[in-house]
């Protein structure tokens, strides 16, 4: 997984016991800023861009050091440079943000498949019931839908016989023939059901009474099934909301068994495999931008975050059969599977599947000065400066590095106001 990094530099050097300036002295990092008493969560260690970054500040001190500008008595006071630095940039006040841009995948999330039901036992209780004959078993397939087909409530989900095999809102499956007299949550589910697609005459409660059977006869015939009055296993799908047809698998003609086709939500999602060194920057809630590949971005939020794992799934991210939610198999680094929701569907234009980007926002600081990273000087007693520019040449003034994020740092000190000028490295 490739990632931008960004992290936060601590000020402890400043209180370290002074030493010369050397290579490997100047080579150490600012250590992070210490946890707040209380806190939560850890904070990941400094990685491989903010050690690269620290050995730009190194370098520019020892040139500073070459020309003469870091003076040698190794005190805090200004010291007059006799040449200008090679470049300058002003001291800015702005907000900075610390992110982490890591890979996803866009796509539907993972697929679930739609087995047959189970076939019938010879009591009514199970299998698909009255759909034909008893004596023709579990009856044919003659009708499947579509891929990428949007199956809402009450619609046809497949046929057996001809007979349609509509989808119910619910947590849990029909599991029992429900008929006048049965009680239990399965029957709120059905009353719920027949409310919302217009059948009425029945209290929405627990119990299956005439009302409801009543209710049940004219929801069978307008499905031109026989009217019983009663719902066996088998007659309806039950799914949490909405699905989208993702693969079929079985064909019209076949009997009524095994697998017949997989589906998924209907809002298009982003899944990332992310690296358990930046688990501290996702909570459920977490805000996050996503770039598509014609370089458009959309906002999105962490809505489920998994369990951390070395495996990743043939199955997760976009639900299609070629795709994952982060990367290729293979890659054994433990990895935590985030699931994030786009609320602007019509902004993820007409993509299906696509490798995207996503930037997640850890922390951010408005209203502080900032320099380039490579504008820090490494002082010879410990801590860090930066070359101020001033009228009669140039001064080195101490300052404390506060997070850095795109190449800067905040910074503050005496003497240090927007508009300074200070010098960098070309």
Known sequence: ??????????????????????????????????????????????????????????????????????????????????????????VERTTLTDSETVDGNLGYGDAQTVQAPASSTGTGDSGQGGASGGDKGDGILTWLPEESKVIKRGDTAYRVDEQKVPLLYGSFPLYRTLKSGTEGADVKMLEKNLRALGHTGFTVDDTYDSATAEAVRDWQD???????????????????????????????????????????????????DLDVQFEDLVDKGTEATVRLPDDTTVKAKVTDIGTPSTSKGDDSGSGESDSGSGGSGGNEDPTLPVELTVKDQKGLGRYQAAAVEVTLKAETREDVLVVPVNALVARKGGGYAVEVVTADGTALRPVKPGMFADSRVEISGSGIKEGTVVGVPK
Not at 3 to 23: F, I, M, N, Q
Not at 39 to 58: D, E, M
Not at 73 to 89: F, K
């Open 1 to 90: 997984m490739s990632t931008k990094t960004s992290r936060d530099v601590d000020t402890a050097a400043e209180e370290e016991p002074a030493r010369e300036l050397d290579t490997a002295a100047a080579q150490e990092p600012p250590a992070k800023d210490e946890e707040q008493p209380g806190s939560a969560r850890r904070r990941r260690p400094l990685r491989t861009s903010l050690i690269v970054l620290a050995a730009t500040v190194v370098a520019a001190a020892v040139g500073i050091a070459a020309t003469g500008t870091l003076g040698g008595d190794g005190t805090d006071s200004a010291s007059a440079a006799p040449t200008g630095p090679p470049a300058t940039a002003k």
């Open 222 to 272: 307008d499905l031109n099934r026989e009217e019983t009055g009663e719902v066996r296993p088998g007659e309806a799908l039950v799914a949490p909301e909405a699905r989208r047809v993702a693969n079929v698998t079985a064909t019209p003609g076949a009997a009524l068994n095994g697998n017949l086709f997989s589906w998924t939500g209907t809002e298009r999602i982003v899944g990332v």
